[in-house]
């Protein structure tokens, strides 16, 4: 089975990529995306992986679901192609780096910059159908991005995991936080923002400050 995806990724996840769970995943996602419309675009799907590869990863964003709306998901989370307006989730997220760190809240809610710069935004799930959340959930995908986080515990060390909301809480549980920094807040998302959850948590100059102190790149948010 030819999986194509970022060739350190592709080494690192190769046993993942032979395990029956996920030839069944991949069987269910053949199919759904002939049947009917899915996000991300197919060639898309691995995005996160392919704009940052293993050995480059230096902070990790926990999402759960691509957007299911048309034109919406790129395959990063929190993140949409070029000329789309941006999701609440995403301008909450713009505020609170202009809070912290003093950066205008940008046009594009395109955050392919920050994975070129070492920033994996992963979804929980990678695939959705057209305009029904979480219809591809508890397919294998969670399976494997549970594989993917592991290996990056376990493999690599110096990480910010960044960890927002119950779901990304519980996602990052076993990260090996004597190795790497884990922050946890509440979901950017309006519902948790607005009751307090969100706003203030300062993990954009938390994240560069660790960077900084560990000898790596800070990143350009």
């Known amino acids: 089975m030819d ?7 592709k080494s690192v996840l190769s046993q993942e990529f032979e395990k029956p769970y996920f030839k069944e995943l991949t069987r269910f996602v053949k199919n759904a995306y002939s049947e009917v419309q899915c996000f991300p675009p197919g060639n898309r799907i691995f995005s996160a992986f392919d704009h940052t590869p293993f050995n480059d990863v230096k ?28 999701p609440p989730s995403l301008q909450n997220i713009f505020r609170e780096i202009k809070d912290d760190v003093g950066v205008h ?10 994975a070129s710069q070492g920033v994996l ?9 057209a305009h029904q959340a979480g219809s591809h959930q508890k397919k294998g995908w969670e399976t494997f991005t549970d594989a993917v986080i592991s290996k990056l515990s376990e493999e690599r060390e110096g990480i910010v995991f960044l960890l927002w909301g119950g779901y990304a809480k519980k996602k990052g549980a076993k990260i090996d936080n004597s190795k790497h920094c884990v922050l946890t807040s509440g979901h950017p998302s309006p519902l948790s923002a607005n009751r307090g959850y969100w706003f203030g ?8 400050a660790f960077l900084a102190k560990t000898n790596q790149q800070v990143i350009s948010w």
């Open 59 to 86: 902070v990790v964003i926990i999402g759960q679901d691509p957007y299911h709306g048309l034109r919406q998901a790129n395959g990063l989370c929190f993140s949409v192609a070029d000329g789309v307006s941006i």
């Open 201 to 208: 948590n300062k993990h954009f100059s938390k994240t560069n």
């Open 105 to 114: 809240i940008p046009t594009s809610g395109n955050l392919e910059r920050w």
């Open 3 to 9: 999986i194509k995806i970022e060739s350190s990724w």
């Open 121 to 129: 935004l992963l979804n929980a799930t990678l695939t959705v159908q």
